[in-house]
């Protein structure tokens, strides 16, 4: 027995020592194994070039998430190894570094980061990606409809920018769909704007706001409701007139928003209502758009297969900070214009005043604000040339072509006895013919003694032609009084520069004058 035991003990001793023996030597091959492959990668690291070292260094820290280790080694590749082949990669995987590691801080710094990218590397295929991840970055920081829409401003803009800049990239079409989803933010928030003022009946504020949200934002899921108010207003606004021409101008201003939910929103709960409007008020009835009825058909399908349980979703709402942007449409253009000037609600309800830009006309009535500055000036209107070169313009040369007026103002001055050039005459029949006097705005050349026409205290007296700040008229010569009626605005003092300009300088330190001859 007791041998049977010794025997036992033995072969278990003899088992463990095997045991341990194997170990030992699948840890030794291990370890070896680990050795041969630090040594191999040190050799390559060596034959490598050390910028590529980097970045490599800084992608695998990128990977695991690693953002600042990778920043480092970027950024010491960037300051040491300016002219790398992988600088433009180093910029543009630093930009990615920020954007990824997300928050409100390194998003706004990874915008700068992408911006510079784009200002060094405009030509690289990349760049259409950092306009993207630009527009991305506000994307991410864009906030609800009823607070601040900073940021859903800065995804428009940069959004608008890459559609125009690369209309062909891949990503085009998502970016078409994230502009219309930042659309559908900022008009929600006109729109409720506009809808609080319509129901407390502040009638000149809501038609601001909601021709904003009719002229900017078609795809807006809630346009025919703005449309709806709006030509509400524009009925209102024909009651309260006493005038019949503003009625009739109210009227159909009226008629337009109606014929704009028919024609652009047939499945629109208010279509059967608009039908009804411009039935009572003697209008035709527009036929629907089959491009708009199968647009909203669509969207209608989407809706039902895609958008979640109300419930769920006011749940949703409350919990998140970002904007809901289910609602938003799936097809159609976005609009690619920048914003214009914003309505004024002191103006847009006053008699005559333009309405939407969607086609209305103010024909019955006020004067089209958003007509184009090359057409004619109506009677009354305040719009000025931009180049000088209008009927403002003309009506100042027909003013200051007559240097020799003995009184202040007078509308027929005696002309010269050395009449100027006849480059003057054409102006005198250019300001009768296209607009009076009295529809010269401030900024042009007024007919009054205080005006540039004819400077207060002048006659025809001897005057100072060399005399740079000569505030009197030039001299009598016809080179002077064409100088003078071809001026932009008709200002004296620019002439008398010119004139001064003429004159030698030899004249100008004796102070020599010259002698009107009349």
């Given at each position: 027995m007791a041998r049977r035991q010794t025997t036992s003990r033995q072969l278990l001793m003899a088992t463990?020592?095997?045991?341990?023996?194997?170990?030992?030597?699948?840890?030794?091959?291990?370890?070896?194994?680990?050795?041969?492959?630090?040594?191999?990668?040190?050799?390559?690291?060596?034959?490598?070039?050390?910028?590529?070292?980097?970045?490599?260094?800084?992608?695998?820290?990128?990977?695991?998430?690693?953002?600042?280790?990778?920043?480092?080694?970027?950024?010491?590749?960037?300051?040491?190894?300016?002219?790398?082949?992988?600088?433009a990669k180093a910029k543009l995987a630093q930009a990615d570094s920020y954007f990824k590691e997300g928050g409100t801080t390194n998003l706004t710094q990874s915008i700068q980061e992408y911006k510079d990218f784009i200002t060094f590397f405009p030509f690289l295929e990349e760049a259409s990606f950092a306009q993207m991840q630009v527009a991305m970055a506000h994307y991410k920081m864009m906030e609800k409809s009823d607070r601040d829409n900073t940021q859903a401003i800065g995804a428009e803009d940069e959004f608008q920018a890459f559609l125009l800049k690369y209309p062909q990239s891949p990503l085009a079409p998502q970016a078409e769909q994230y502009l219309r989803e930042v659309q559908e933010v900022l008009a929600d928030g006109e729109f409720r704007v506009g809808r609080f003022y319509y129901i407390k009946q502040d009638y000149r504020a809501s038609a601001a706001r909601l021709m904003e949200v009719t002229d900017r934002y078609p795809l807006y899921s809630g346009s025919d409701e703005a449309l709806w108010m709006l030509g509400d207003i524009y009925q209102r606004a024909k009651q309260a007139s006493k005038n019949e021409d503003d009625k009739?101008?109210?009227?159909?201003?009226?008629?337009?928003?109606?014929?704009?939910?028919?024609?652009?929103?047939?499945?629109?709960?208010?279509?059967?209502?608009?039908?009804?409007?411009?039935?009572?008020?003697g209008m035709p009835v527009p036929a629907a758009d089959p491009d708009a009825a199968a647009r909203m058909k669509k969207e209608q399908l989407y809706a039902k297969a895609h958008r979640p349980n109300p419930l769920k979703k006011v749940a949703m709402d409350v919990l998140k900070s970002n904007p809901d942007v289910s609602v938003a449409a799936r097809s159609g253009t976005p609009n690619l214009n920048p914003p214009t000037d914003a309505i004024s609600a002191t103006d847009v309800l006053k008699p005559g005043a333009a309405g939407p830009s969607f086609g209305v006309a103010a024909s019955n009535g006020g004067t089209d604000s958003n007509a184009n500055d090359s057409g004619p000036v109506e009677e009354g209107s305040s719009r000025v040339s931009a180049e000088g070169t209008g009927p403002t313009a003309a009506a100042g040369a027909q003013i200051i072509a007559a240097p020799g007026a003995v009184v202040p103002g007078t509308p027929a001055p005696t002309p010269p006895s050395n009449p100027p050039p006849s480059s003057a005459a054409p102006s005198n029949s250019g300001a009768a013919g296209n607009?009076?006097?009295?529809?010269?705005?401030?900024?042009?050349?007024?007919?009054?003694?205080?005006?540039?026409?004819?400077?207060?205290?002048?006659?025809?007296?001897?005057?100072?032609?060399?005399?740079?700040?000569?505030?009197?008229?030039?001299?009598?010569?016809?080179?002077?009084?064409?100088?003078?009626?071809?001026?932009?605005?008709?200002?004296?003092?620019?002439?008398?520069?010119?004139?001064?300009?003429?004159?030698?300088?030899?004249?100008?330190?004796?102070?020599?004058?010259?002698?009107?001859?009349?």
């Open positions: 463990l020592c095997f045991s341990l023996l194997a170990g030992g030597c699948l840890t030794s091959g291990k370890q070896t194994a680990r050795n041969r492959k630090a040594k191999k990668t040190e050799e390559l690291n060596a034959a490598a070039e050390p910028d590529k070292i980097l970045y490599d260094r800084a992608m695998a820290d990128m990977k695991k998430s690693r953002y600042t280790e990778g920043r480092l080694s970027l950024q010491t590749l960037i300051n040491t190894y300016p002219d790398s082949e992988y600088l009739n101008h109210w009227a159909d201003l009226a008629a337009k928003c109606y014929d704009r939910i028919l024609q652009n929103y047939p499945m629109s709960k208010y279509s059967h209502e608009a039908k009804g409007r411009l039935t009572s008020m607009a009076a006097p009295s529809a010269t705005p401030a900024g042009s050349a007024p007919a009054g003694p205080n005006g540039n026409a004819s400077p207060s205290g002048s006659a025809p007296s001897p005057a100072p032609a060399g005399t740079a700040g000569a505030s009197t008229p030039a001299s009598g010569a016809p080179g002077s009084a064409t100088t003078q009626a071809k001026g932009p605005s008709g200002d004296a003092k620019n002439s008398d520069a010119d004139d001064s300009k003429k004159e030698s300088s030899s004249k100008k330190k004796k102070g020599l004058r010259k002698i009107i001859p009349w």
